[in-house]
């Protein structure tokens, strides 16, 4: 019989009347046969609370030190729900063991708070499976080769359940989650977002990197690397009914680019308020510049999204790139502190209240005239663009944060997203 992977995100873990329901679901998928191994996040608000208790003790530091116990503390939340969840499905009759990442182990590598996966020992699993238990494996973490636990960034659980879906050759993996599957945009900013039955591995790939969080990124790039296949779905349907009926419920992440042909040109929206801008202003513009700040920013350690130089006046131009919003005030002491005295530039300024909205879509390859309709209706709701990126298939701007609704729900309506699809 095949193997299935579910994950199961915070809220829903988030009470032991959830759990129960969770083993109720899974207790379904187990005797109808297939071979479970169930991945839950922590419970909702626990990875908040744990930070929280750190940055009371003290502020966040990016020392190795400090980071290193925050994977130790962070990792706990999935320790205790996998524990419950196994608990939960023992009173259900059914036979079941949980292990936190590092007793199979889950590798990664050292990069504590954003690790990524390198390998994954199954022989536990399989010789766990094959005597017809469920097995339960926490999300979001792993161990480094110093036996440190690490954990894989915000949302990671959904990355743990691909890897371990890829790792086991698993025939799905379903993430279970508090909405029914992808929308054209997130729900909770738009009411009437439309569920996509289907949307294509690549436009998936944007729609999380460009800030929809229903997926993390790298579970995306999981599941397009080692092609498995991967459905968003909820967890709030009733857990007993028809098990075919749920299978096919939700959003399905699409392989087959042929499917989508006749769909929309613009898929779906996706903002991010997690940036921060910085401009440097009066730079001497000559050659060099742009690796002056960006390679002192990038020794740092610090990701940069979009770019852009102005064009020059009296031999003057200004550069302005974005950062993680976390990062703004390192970037901000870096280029006061080093680079504006070596390039003789007049300032630096950083906004942190600005905001990243993107239209997503596999359609705009073949049409012309997709981004500048988005240009019209932003300026037709009078929000002013400060900056511009594009890529085949997404372009992106950057706006005043105050304006992010508005923008979001005004292009949601310009691309008719809001309208059903026969
Ligand atoms: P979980 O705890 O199950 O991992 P998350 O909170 O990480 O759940 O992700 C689910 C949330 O993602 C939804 O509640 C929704 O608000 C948000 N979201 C953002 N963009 C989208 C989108 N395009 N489609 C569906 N949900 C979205
Ligand atoms: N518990 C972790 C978080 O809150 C991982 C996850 O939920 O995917 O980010
Ligand atoms: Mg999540």
Redesign the pocket.
């Known amino acids: 019989m095949s193997l299935i992977v579910h994950k199961y995100?915070?809220t829903s873990m988030g009470s032991t009347d959830r759990i129960k329901n969770v083993a109720k679901r899974v207790a379904k998928w187990s005797r109808a046969g297939y071979q479970m191994v169930v991945v839950p996040?922590?419970m909702?608000g626990?990875?908040?609370r744990l930070l929280g208790l750190a940055k009371e003790l003290a502020p966040s530091s990016a020392s190795m030190s400090y980071q290193r116990e925050l994977d130790m503390l962070?990792s706990t939340?999935?320790q205790a729900s996998s524990a419950l969840l196994a608990i939960a499905l023992q009173a259900e009759g059914v036979e079941s063991v949980s292990y936190a990442g590092w007793q199979l182990p889950i590798r990664t590598n050292s990069a504590f708070t954003k690790a990524r996966i390198e390998s994954i020992e199954d022989k536990r699993v399989m010789a766990d499976l094959d005597k017809g238990k469920v097995v339960i494996i926490t999300?979001?973490q792993g161990v480094d080769e110093h036996s440190n636990i690490t954990?894989?960034?915000?949302?990671?659980?959904?990355?743990?359940a691909v890897a371990i879906a890829a790792a086991l050759k698993a025939s799905e993996c379903l993430i279970y989650t508090d909405v029914d599957g992808v929308y054209t945009t997130d729900p909770r900013v738009v009411p009437e977002a439309k569920r996509l039955l289907t949307i294509s591995f690549e436009e998936m790939l944007e729609m999380a990197s460009m800030g929809s969080k229903v997926l993390?990124i790298r579970s995306v790039e999981f599941a397009g690397k080692y092609k498995v296949p991967l459905r968003v779905l909820s967890s709030f349907t009733p857990w007993d009914i028809d098990l075919t009926e749920e299978a096919r419920s939700g959003t399905l992440i699409s392989f087959e680019e042929d499917e989508k042909m006749e769909q929309a040109i613009v898929s779906g929206i996706a903002f991010n308020r997690d940036e921060a801008k910085i401009s440097v202003l009066g730079v001497p513009d000559k050659p060099g510049i742009a690796y002056q700040i960006l390679g002192a920013v990038a020794q740092a350690n610090i990701e940069v999204d979009m770019i852009i130089q102005n064009i020059s006046r009296d031999g003057k131009t200004d550069f302005s790139f974005t950062v993680h919003r976390n990062d703004h005030a390192k970037t901000l002491d870096l280029l006061k502190s080093q680079v504006i005295p070596e390039l003789g530039a007049a300032e630096v300024v950083g906004d942190t209240k600005i905001c990243k909205v993107s239209i997503v879509g596999i359609g705009m390859r073949s049409h012309v005239g997709v981004a500048s309709k988005m240009f019209k209706t932003l300026s037709e709701e009078g929000i002013n663009i400060q900056m511009i990126s594009t890529s085949e298939i997404k372009t992106s701007v950057v706006i005043d944060e105050k304006y992010m609704e508005l923008a979001v729900r005004a292009l949601h309506k310009t691309f008719d997203l809001d309208q059903d699809k026969a």
């Open positions: 995100g915070g996040s922590a909702s626990e990875t908040n962070a939340g999935e999300g979001f954990t894989l960034g915000r949302g990671g659980s959904d990355t743990s993390q």
